[in-house]
Nanobody
């Protein structure tokens, strides 16, 4: 079965950059799309970015467009989320999720989820 493991979260300052990683295992990675979602304390989970099985199609939430970049490296079965110009509104637990082939901005269309990694902007 698919397993996902996020890493790379931490405590950063406004304006800093951070790269999150999502390590995939259990199935053929190149058949899967991966999305990043986040959930801030007390708020609903929201879509951040997604990449399809080929890497040829990506989606971004308006709030992160131009600041975040999603990419994948099939050689190491990993999807990355490069985040820059971080601000307080980016504080959240970040989750990666996987589904077959096509990316989606809807969390309910993903079949597998990781445990999350915390990103906190210091005040």
């Amino acid at each position: 079965q698919v397993q996902l493991m996020e890493s790379g979260g931490g405590l950063v300052r406004a304006g800093d950059s951070l790269r999150l990683s999502c390590a995939f295992s259990g199935r053929t990675f190149s058949n899967y799309a991966v999305g990043w979602f986040r959930q801030a304390s007390g708020l609903a989970r929201e879509f951040v970015a997604a990449i399809d099985w080929s890497g040829g199609t990506t989606y971004y939430a308006d709030s992160v467009k131009g600041r975040f970049t999603i990419s994948r490296d099939d050689a190491v079965n990993t999807v990355y989320l490069q985040m820059s110009s971080l601000n307080s509104e980016d504080t959240a637990v970040y989750y990666c999720a996987a589904r077959l082939l096509r990316a989606s901005i809807r969390g309910d269309e993903y079949t597998n989820w990781g445990q999350g990694t915390q990103v906190t902007l210091s005040s």
